[in-house]
């Protein structure tokens, strides 16, 4: 829906304001950081912006303040940290075919792509452990490219390095990760 939204001309802001509520009792599935992060990045990455919410905040329970500080609201802050890393990154132009082969693109387990406008970097969001190739050549035309995971539930990243030449190149997230960020840059 974001993604059909985001296309809409003219463009106005699209804005994921009642996903599932971390913690929330009603939906009939555990709604986990997992999920939470799934439904986030899923709507940053089609063209709009995320709403979070937790259950006992809304309800204003005895426990809102503790809620604060659930995983799922923590793990909100790896999101903001990894666009705003970015240079223009509210620019950001959701781009599909970034991803040539693998992901997964249907279903609750999605793999999305956005870019910088002008190739400056790519983000990719990978929802589970599946493997992808990536179109670079664009991006690579700027300068030196390299390449980053993000554990979107820590924030930690582990290198890739630089890469050499190809015009699109395999990714698999690293072992014992749920979800991961890849993220290219031209350097």
């Known amino acids: 829906m974001v993604t059909a939204d985001a ?7 699209v804005v994921m304001a009642e996903g599932a509520y971390e913690g929330g009792i009603e939906y009939g599935f555990a709604v986990t950081p997992l999920w939470i992060r799934r439904q986030a990045y ?7 912006f995320h709403c979070y919410g937790h259950n006992d905040c809304w309800r204003v329970w005895p426990t ?17 940290k990894v666009l705003t890393d970015r240079s223009e990154w509210w620019t950001l132009v ?10 997964t693109h249907q279903g609750d387990t999605l793999t999305l792509a956005a870019r910088h406008p002008r190739w400056r970097w790519i983000i ?12 670079v050549q664009q991006l ?7 390449a980053s995971w993000i554990d979107p539930r820590t924030g930690d990243e582990m290198p ?3 890469l050499g030449p190809g015009e699109s190149l395999p990714f698999a997230p690293p072992a014992g990760w749920e979800d ?7 350097r």
């Not at 899923?42 to 709009?48: D, I, R």
């Not at 991961?180 to 031209?186: F, I, K, M, N, S």
């Open 7 to 13: 296309a809409l001309v003219p463009r106005k802001p």
């Open 42 to 48: 899923y709507s940053c990455l089609a063209g709009g």
């Open 64 to 80: 809102w303040k503790q809620a604060l500080h659930a995983p799922g609201a923590v793990q909100m802050r790896m999101l903001r």
């Open 94 to 103: 959701p781009d599909p075919s970034i991803v040539v082969e693998g992901g």
């Open 124 to 135: 990719l969001y990978l929802a589970n452990r599946s493997e992808c190739r990536v179109q």
């Open 140 to 146: 690579r035309a700027q300068g030196r490219l390299t």
């Open 160 to 162: 890739v390095g630089s």
């Open 180 to 186: 991961a960020l890849l993220v290219l840059e031209a």
